[in-house]
């Protein structure tokens, strides 16, 4: 089974940064991609940004140009960065990753979250 870890949450205020951490453990043969979703209140889970094994990346319109995913293949880690965070952004944002096992079966899991809180 894969777990993934999530940290780096917390409260910021409006403007500042954060960065988000996600590390991935377990028998992994192959990612996909991972990626960074997010969930306000009253609000559906969506996504804020995913890169690619290869390393391609998409972003919300909502953060592009603020926030930028990077990964660690040598750590399984994927990073967010959150830069001139506003309020809006405040959220639960949660760790995903699509991954193939040795026998090449496509599984996708998902970590516990981690809040986000951007004061005004």
């Known amino acids: 089974q894969v777990e993934l870890v999530e940290s780096g949450g917390g409260l910021v205020q409006a403007g500042g940064s954060l960065r988000l951490s996600c590390a991935a453990s377990g028998s992994i043969f192959s990612t996909a991609s991972m990626a960074w979703y997010r969930q306000s209140p009253g609000k559906q889970r969506e996504l804020a940004a995913r890169?690619?094994?290869?390393?391609?990346?998409n972003y919300a319109d909502s953060v592009k140009g603020r926030f930028t995913i990077s990964r660690d293949n040598t750590k399984n880690t994927v990073y967010l960065q959150m830069s001139s965070l506003k309020p809006e952004d405040t959220a639960v944002y949660y760790c995903n990753n699509r991954y193939y096992d040795d026998m090449y079966r496509y599984f996708e899991v998902w970590g516990q979250g981690t809040l986000v809180t951007v004061s005004s």
């Open positions: 890169i690619t094994n290869g390393g391609s990346t």
